[in-house]
């Protein structure tokens, strides 16, 4: 796997991170059609999909060093992005078995995982890392269990506890957020935590979605897209580093509002986890500039008019309000029609 | 993971534990490790017979994590609709027999202080499982099995390794035992009841009349009550209208003309199933419709509900 710069420089600084034309290609676009509401818009997470991110179980791309380089910053920083509550060790457990049999069975020429018995020996070639290690015995890692695998994946991941026919968020990796802060909410429940978000509450999406996810069954996860909008390939836009990277919305111009504008896209998984009956949620983080993002025809001319048509309460919630012109004016609209999906309909660039 | 809804299970060794109760140890059938089981978790397992097949549910009492085997329970019911008759009299060692992998409907809650576990009869089940997870772990727990005066002998055998902790009643004296052991126990206590219908209406009755919190108190029942009048179903969608026979259920009936449709417990308690009702009224059986949604009558549970007119016509 290539490395084409290091984190210091990809997601601070100079901004160095830049996505492959293949990388462009495999990214996750959000919009099925040319408007934008929310639903409950959950599917199977099987292997298979519109975009190369849906093949794995967990999805490693080309940025995947950078990204694991750019978590151990922030944590370096603020150790408190990652935190679990006491009571969910035999989750932490799990996440450790879900993530490294999947990542071994999904990618063997980066992974690999040997067991005895309890004892495992785990490698991963892309950090060079190879530990070994008694499963079920904390201390035998140099790591929680949780921490120890999160710091070796993309995207954040947290732990939800079920009780009380609620969910609990009871743990977390949250190092890639889109202004949210584990630190706040850790404990809360599941229409605490979604306090903020407009619309939804009064549509009943969160009612119906936490119904679902307490009988979310193990073996059969399920995902969903989310997306925001980001000044700088940012990963961290958490609100502990509102000062930092909150400013930036102010630094757009019609000048560089392709290179600085960000479409940034979620793949949100859940699994039910086997022993604990937990369930993780990984909330994996895809950036693309608008000037990437217009290389394929259709995303531009949709994301045109998905901002053309957002509800002003979206757009306040999202923070795009600034610079949604500028975007508008700069993603051309050629009046072309755009097929229903996500699918970039091109095969190169 | 992902992994296949249905697998199949090789019954590696079946035990009689009593006259009526037979132990079946399960393992993977291709030979790997299970799915590790969470406590209070259950299979539905897919039991051939003759002239029909049985999708009944049945709750894992081994160690949780567990991945060489799970160990089920059955007990043999007479009069039942046929299912566990079947696993006594035609499930051997070595037969492979499909199944769900583990769903839970019963997990201990992690934020509980100490856990009360309250069994009747084959109720233990569950139980089984919820103690070996809490044995040996930080909070403190008990267990009380009521049982029949000929199977005491039968489940102090089965408890023993809970001494200090499990204690078995006899029958007599339910309703002052239960405020017994519930009366003394501390803030953040959890309490977790499987058994006939009777003594989980008991247990919750009385916790809720000593003050105990909604949330702690914890129950399971796999009951067979999807039996009752024959009706008949028009599936509109297939176009196809069936007949549920009395000892069938909706689902099974479904089913049985190879229609395709959701489900997950097979108990009423998970929701999976749930289908429009286009005309006719539901005879409602399960714990997820709520009050509103029960009087509308536009929504059934195919698993355990039935039908109140001759007809139903269903959205499938």
Redesign the interface.
């Known amino acids: 796997m290539n490395k084409p710069y290091s984190a210091d420089t990809a997601f601070r600084g100079k901004f160095a991170y830049k996505n492959s034309d293949a990388g462009i290609l495999r990214f996750p676009f959000p919009f099925a059609e040319d408007g934008y509401m929310y639903s409950v818009n959950i599917e199977p997470h099987v292997r298979g999909g519109p975009s190369e991110a849906f093949h794995h179980v967990f999805d490693v791309d080309e940025h995947y060093v950078a990204e694991c380089e750019e978590r151990a910053i922030v944590l370096a920083e603020d150790p408190a992005r990652c935190q679990v509550l006491p009571h969910m060790m035999q989750a932490q457990w799990d996440t450790l078995e879900l993530m490294m049999e999947s990542l071994a069975e999904d990618y063997p020429e980066h992974f690999s995982l040997e067991k005895e018995g309890d004892r495992w020996t785990w490698t991963n070639r892309l950090l060079d890392i190879r530990d070994s290690f008694t499963f079920g015995d904390a201390l035998s890692l140099p790591y929680e269990p949780f921490e120890y695998i999160t710091r070796q994946g993309q995207g954040d991941f947290t732990l939800q506890d079920q009780r009380n026919d609620n969910l609990f968020l009871d743990g977390g990796m949250v190092t890639t957020q889109a202004d949210w802060s584990l630190n706040f909410d850790l404990g809360m429940s599941f229409h605490e935590w979604h306090g903020p978000v407009p619309k939804a509450h009064e549509m009943g999406v969160f009612d119906r979605a936490l119904k679902f996810l307490l009988r979310l069954p193990y073996g059969r996860p399920v995902r969903r897209l989310n997306w925001t909008m980001t000044i700088n390939p940012r990963l961290d836009t958490s609100p502990e580093n509102y000062s930092v990277w909150g400013p930036d919305r102010a630094t757009v111009t019609p000048e560089n509002v392709g290179e600085k504008v960000h479409l940034r896209v979620e793949v949100q998984t859940l699994f039910r986890l086997p022993r604990s009956n937990a369930i993780l949620f990984g909330i994996r983080c895809y950036l693309i500039s608008l000037a990437e993002l217009s290389r394929v025809p259709k995303w531009r001319r949709r994301l045109h008019r998905v901002l053309q048509g957002l509800d002003p309460a979206l757009q306040d919630y999202k923070g795009l309000v600034r610079y949604r012109p500028m975007a508008i004016d700069y993603l051309v609209d050629d009046g072309a029609p755009t097929s229903p999906g996500i699918q970039s309909d091109l095969t190169s660039l | ?5 249905q697998i199949p299970y090789r019954v590696r060794e079946v035990e009689k534990l009593s006259p009526t109760l037979k132990r079946f140890y399960l393992e993977a059938a291709d030979g790997g490790a299970l ?7 259950h299979v539905v397992l897919t039991i051939p017979g003759v002239h029909r097949t049985w999708k009944n549910a049945y709750s894992i009492s081994s160690t ?2 567990e991945r060489e085997s799970y160990s089920i329970i059955v007990r043999r019911v007479l009069n039942s609709r046929g299912g566990s008759v079947q696993m006594h009299e035609g499930v051997t060692a070595g037969d492979v027999i499909n199944g769900a ?4 409907l019963f ?1 201990l ?3 509980g202080r100490k856990h009360v576990l309250i069994a009747g009869g084959i109720g233990i089940t569950p139980l089984l499982s919820h103690a070996a997870a809490l044995h040996g772990g930080e909070a403190p727990f008990e267990l009380h099995q009521f049982s029949s005066k000929a199977e005491i002998p039968v489940f102090e055998r089965l408890l023993g390794v809970y001494a200090g902790h499990a204690q078995v009643h006899g029958p007599g004296g339910e309703a002052e035992a239960v405020e017994a052991i519930l009366t003394h126990q501390p803030l953040g206590a959890h309490v977790y009841v499987c058994g006939p219908p009777l003594l989980i209406e008991l247990v919750v009755r009385t916790a809720e009349q000593l003050g105990w919190p909604t ?1 702690a108190i914890h129950h399971e029942s796999f009951g067979d009550h999807s039996a009752g009048a024959p009706f008949t179903a028009m599936l509109a969608k297939s176009k196809i209208e069936i007949a549920v026979g009395p000892d069938q259920s909706l689902l099974e009936a479904i089913e049985a003309v190879g229609v395709q449709a959701p489900y ?1 417990c097979r108990g009423g308690a ?3 199933c749930m289908t429009r009702v286009i005309a006719g009224e539901p005879d409602h059986r399960d714990d997820v419709l709520t009050p509103e949604e029960r009087a509308a009558g536009e929504l059934i549970m195919t698993c355990v509900s039935r039908a109140k007119t001759p007809r139903l016509v269903l959205d499938l």
């Open positions: 993971m992902i992994v296949p809804s799915p590790p089981s969470s406590a209070g978790a949780p994590g992998v583990p769903h839970n997990a809650s992690r934020a949330a997950l998970c929701g999976q």
